[in-house]
């Protein structure tokens, strides 16, 4: 399958002590801390790297505001993550009894971020003294003094890289946490700050529009964190493991109907919500407004308490999700006949066509296909938008930041950015990108690597094993699935299946009976499979349940032939 294996560990009687061996996790603290994860609720603002006298005067100024009923406008991100931030801090204060509404700007229209338009709409709309931005604004200093001209304080809350120049304005931020992990420390101090509420959020007081007391508040919208973080693919590792492993547990038994209807439009049962189908099924949902339409669709979905508004806003939601996936696939048909040259380290298209919603996608479809990083531009008259996605070992945002001389802004993470750019200035940034990914980027980081966490005998594969395995669960960026490699083993019963035959099925023979093993896209492969002859497979271990029987089933990442 032309990836190059590389196996980090050993066989051990005890594989969950090498698993956490091999994720670096060696003393007995840090092992306690990551199999059991402190309720997010309890952590400090240095548990998560925020600066708490900062985050003191956030709160006395959001305080001030809500006594004294001054207008507060939620201004949030289009995406996933800033969604659920937006759904967050807005229900939050609401809750709290604030004049308070949220803003999402159109994609198209305003683009990114804070800009003079949106807040002069939101200006007209809402007549603010506050602003209060969630998941983005760390780059935004122009913007908010703009804002202040006008006489409108902000409050920037943002996970994002710090540029050399921050907003002069009061700031929550940390790269710890993703945009709705920060919008969530925010609400559930402020929840907890309440008079007469302690720590643990037990107090009996209750708040200005719900019967709740602020910890069971706290705890609700952890549900709604837990989907932004794992959208946002942040490390869950530390507070976003925390993060994430309380909030899908408060997904399984939430009353949250805009939840509730999105997990049932997308055919999920909340009880066996996983991190796979948050990622792959319902941030996709959420993202989709904001690629084709508006967002704002999505942030009613989740604060309704509307049953049937719910069901509604949900269904617009999957139309439009599968409207995007129609025009991601075409354009990335497209983008391959402009592709001018696959050798080069840096993958590098601009055309007119695009939809400046789903260049993102198209970028890491591009990426998955050939392996190196790539940009994609949303040719515009002016001005043009561009979203580049990364491998590992070369850093995007730092990349795209030496070019800021033809830029007219730029944002994101190692792995995701995007930047604006006059359209007249493509070919020059282009050459530019090009020599510096030739520069930077060495032959064998272009080389796709398989991370296998250790090789064992196919007798090790027991429930026994899997058990241990989900043990350290949530998985993600940061704490990926166990991969394990079984070398010499031999297949039978290998067919194809899908309705396009695209995927293999197969079972490994072991001394204790055969094991059920899946391949997905990996039909290629079965020509080149040898009755009788042993192969080197790596997988991850799954429990398949189907009409009350379980059984365990292999997902193969690769299969070595001869």
């Known amino acids: 399958m032309g990836k190059k294996w590389q196996i980090a560990g050993k066989v051990t009687k005890d594989p969950l002590d090498e698993l956490l061996r091999i994720r670096g996790l060696v003393t007995p603290k840090d092992r306690e801390l990551f199999l059991n994860p402190p309720n997010p609720v309890t952590l400090s603002p240095k548990d998560v790297g925020i600066d708490g006298a900062e985050l003191g005067q956030v709160l006395k100024r959001i305080t001030k505001a809500i ?7 939620v201004y949030a991100d289009y995406d996933a993550d800033g969604i659920t931030a937006g759904a967050v801090m807005w229900e939050t204060l609401w809750k709290l009894g604030a004049r308070v509404m949220p803003y999402i700007p159109h994609r198209a229209e305003e683009g990114y971020g804070l800009s003079v338009k949106g807040i002069d709409a939101v200006r007209e709309q809402y007549d603010p003294t506050l602003i209060i931005t969630v998941d983005h604004g760390i780059t935004a200093h122009e913007k908010v003094a703009y804002a202040k001209t006008l006489g409108i304080d902000v409050i920037v809350t943002d996970h994002h890289v710090k540029p050399d120049k921050v907003p002069d304005c009061l700031l929550v931020h940390t790269t710890q946490l993703a945009g709705s992990g920060v919008s969530w420390f925010v609400a559930k101090t402020l929840l907890l700050s309440t008079p007469g509420v302690d720590e643990a959020g037990t107090s009996k007081a209750t708040l200005s529009h719900s019967g709740s007391t602020p910890g069971v508040e706290a705890m609700d919208l952890l549900a709604l964190a837990a989907l932004g973080t794992i959208a946002d693919l942040v490390p869950l590792t530390g507070a976003n493991r925390a993060i994430a492993k309380y909030g899908m547990a408060a997904m399984k038994t939430t009353h949250r109907v805009g939840l509730n209807a999105l997990m049932a439009d997308a055919g999920i049962t909340k009880e066996g919500i996983e991190t796979y189908m948050i990622s792959h099924m319902l941030a996709p949902r959420l993202n989709a407004m904001g690629r084709l339409e508006h967002a704002l669709d999505a942030l009613r979905l989740l604060c309704t308490t509307d049953e049937a508004k719910a069901k509604v806003l949900a269904e617009k939601l999957g139309m439009t999700n599968k409207e995007r996936q129609q025009l991601t696939e075409d354009t990335v048909v497209h983008a391959h006949t402009i592709l001018p040259d696959t050798s080069k380290k840096l993958i590098f298209i601009a055309h007119e066509s695009y939809n400046q919603g789903i260049i993102g996608l198209v970028a890491g479809k591009l990426v998955e296909e050939y392996y190196r990083p790539a940009i994609v531009i949303a040719k515009g008259g002016e001005f043009s938008k561009a979203s580049a996605r990364s491998i590992t070992g070369f850093n995007i945002i730092e990349a795209i930041r030496t070019c800021t001389d033809l830029l007219v802004d730029a944002g994101g993470h190692p792995m995701a950015a995007g930047f604006t750019v006059e359209t007249k200035k493509i070919e020059k940034l282009k050459t530019k990108m090009e020599k510096l990914a030739e520069k930077v980027l060495r032959d064998e980081l272009l080389i796709r690597t398989l991370k296998i966490d250790m090789e064992i005998p196919v007798t090790m ?10 043990s350290m669960a949530p998985f993600g960026i940061g704490n990926p699935e166990p991969v394990f490699a079984s070398k010499n083993v031999k297949l039978t019963d290998t067919r194809l299946i899908g309705a396009t035959k695209k995927h293999l099925k197969f079972k490994v023979n072991t ?11 990996m039909a290629d492969i079965q020509t080149k499979l040898k009755p009788g002859e042993p192969v080197d497979v790596a997988y991850t271990i799954d429990m398949n ?7 365990i089933q292999l997902k193969v990442r690769d299969i070595l032939v001869g």
């Open 67 to 73: 006594e004294k009923k001054e207008s507060i406008v």
């Open 461 to 470: 594969i027991k429930e026994t094993l899997w058990k241990q395995i989900q």
């Open 511 to 521: 001394p204790i009976g055969p094991i059920d093993a899946i391949g997905f896209n």
């Open 545 to 551: 349940e189907w009409n009350g029987r379980r059984n």
